[in-house]
């Protein structure tokens, strides 16, 4: 027996289904912050690519989602309801994820840019305090043009953004693998190539290795998988065998319902990525219980992005709808115990600052975001976060977007330049009523009823874009209806 197949037999098993829970809402939940533990607590950041919030089943919008070990996840830790990304494409979010910075100041305002190094990073904080940083999947944050020096493939070292103990990646993993063969790297820039396995048993595989390991240092465990993103030259999500047969006339979401795109014939695959992300979560979360690592580990689910189905432009994300913007962010573990629904809205950016707060470290002073700790058992701080976000577009339009619990207002570069990280002037493009809209049905950009509440936005949008280190744009009023 080959030592791939030793290792697949000595893995294969099953997850046991968590039942979900209904989650209280953060008002009616009053949990008490643990102690911090006698010794830092080890990260585990579980990034799943373009997986949409409402298809984790805790967050009760989809009745065909089968995510048990996520809806266990949230049962027993912090759900972030309403997290978006302050960039909905690939790198660029995972530019902020790991820098608190927006994507415009991280050098990666659009795909296939490198990292800016100067940049201070949770995995390089953390590897400061003691830490080891390690990867396993998708990186997506070095340069990938080979006129340049760049690739799809292996990372140099000084590219990993701080991941310099175990690596086991490759920078774009969508082009160097496909479902069920393909080819990763490791710290030496060698060769792990993997056949016959499902890419997400596989990352899984290896970082089930790891975790059984004996562990040195508390560490910091970047789990990146592509799943349910598209296999980008097969054009679509592509889900393990037979799984999207049990998904044929599954619920369809109401945003996507209402309008053309891919969802009718990419829907059952997507489904079937979703069930075996959430299987995956459930072999981590095991191996964490049976190494006995589980009680000093904070474990975080999240993505970089959600995904439209080309109903919105032409192709999976990059606009400012809630379908590409929001995603699921979990937290469990030290710090984060005890079952409740966290509604203020918060973005990714804010992700970085909470993690060294809650392992006890200093926040880099450079960093944007701030700790979402103080909202999990604070009245006075949940009243006063500031509930708005930043929103940035590259790649399918030059545009920018305040979100609020409230409204989303978009504005854009007309001209349609996209070979800029930011315009001096933009008009005003789109703008939804989340309360009476959350499908975001109806564009009430230049609409007369809505002038005041837009004036006042765009000059909250404006602030931001300041706060963002971006000069003050002009922006012109919508003449038409979009």
């Not at 999240?302 to 919105?312: A, I, K, V």
């Not at 809205?345 to 700790?373: F, H, N, Q």
């Not at 708005?388 to 920018?400: A, F, K, V």
Request: a negative charge; hydrophobic letters at 35%.
């Amino acid at each position: 027996m080959s030592d791939n197949e030793s290792r697949r037999a000595f893995l294969k098993g099953t997850v046991a289904a968590a039942a979900a829970a209904t989650l209280p809402s953060a008002s009616e939940a009053q949990p008490a912050l643990p102690a911090q533990p006698a010794t830092q607590p080890n990260i585990v950041l579980y990034l799943a690519d373009q997986f949409r919030w409402d298809f984790v089943g805790a967050n009760g919008r989809n009745g065909s989602t089968q995510t048990p070990n996520i809806d266990a996840l949230a049962a027993r830790g912090k759900n972030f309801t309403q997290t978006v990304t302050n960039q909905p494409v690939c790198a660029p979010s995972r530019s902020v994820i790991f820098t608190s910075r927006y994507a415009t100041e991280t050098g990666v305002w659009h795909n296939g840019l490198a990292l800016d190094k100067s940049l201070p990073t949770l995995a390089g904080e953390l590897r400061k305090a003691g830490y080891s940083a390690n990867l396993i999947g998708k990186w997506h944050l070095a340069l990938e043009n080979p006129a340049q020096g760049g690739s799809s493939g292996p990372v140099k070292a000084d590219d990993r953004g701080g991941f310099l103990d175990l690596w086991e990646g490759a920078n774009a993993i969508e082009n160097t693998s496909h479902p069920y063969e393909g080819t990763i790297w490791d710290s030496d820039n060698q060769p792990i190539a993997y056949k016959d396995e499902y890419r997400v048993d596989f990352l899984t595989d290896r970082a089930e290795r790891f975790l059984r390991e004996k562990q040195s240092k508390p560490f910091f465990l970047f789990v990146s998988q592509l799943e349910p993103h598209q296999q980008n030259d097969m054009h679509q999500p592509i889900a393990p065998r037979g799984a999207a047969a049990r998904y044929v006339n599954s619920t369809v979401p109401d945003d996507l319902r209402a309008l053309p795109g891919t969802w009718q014939a990419q829907l059952p695959d997507y489904y079937g990525c979703i069930e075996s992300i959430d299987q995956s979560v459930g072999r981590i979360r095991r191996v964490l219980e049976e190494e006995h690592l589980a009680e000093n580990t904070i474990f975080v689910f999240l993505s970089d992005h959600g995904c439209h189905f080309m109903t919105r432009n032409q192709e999976y994300k990059r606009s400012t709808h809630n379908s590409s913007i929001r995603v699921p962010l979990i937290i469990d573990g030290p710090s984060f115990r005890g079952t409740q629904q966290v509604p203020e809205l918060v973005g990714l950016i804010d992700l970085a600052p909470t993690l060294l707060e809650a392992a006890g470290l200093p926040v880099p002073p450079t960093w944007k975001g701030r700790s979402v700790l103080p909202l999990l058992n604070n009245p006075d701080a949940r009243q006063h976060w500031p509930n708005e976000q930043l929103i940035q577009i590259s790649e399918s339009m030059t545009g920018r977007a305040v979100r609020t619990p409230d409204w989303t207002y978009c504005v854009a570069d007309l001209s349609g330049n996209t070979k800029q990280p930011a315009a001096r002037s933009y008009s005003e493009y789109q703008m939804y009523d989340q309360r009476a809209d959350p499908n975001e049905l109806v564009n009430l950009a230049g609409r007369k009823e809505y002038r005041v509440k837009a004036d006042e936005l765009r000059e909250q949008l404006k602030r931001l874009l300041i706060t963002a280190g971006e000069p003050e744009p002009e922006i012109l009023p919508a003449k038409l209806y979009p």
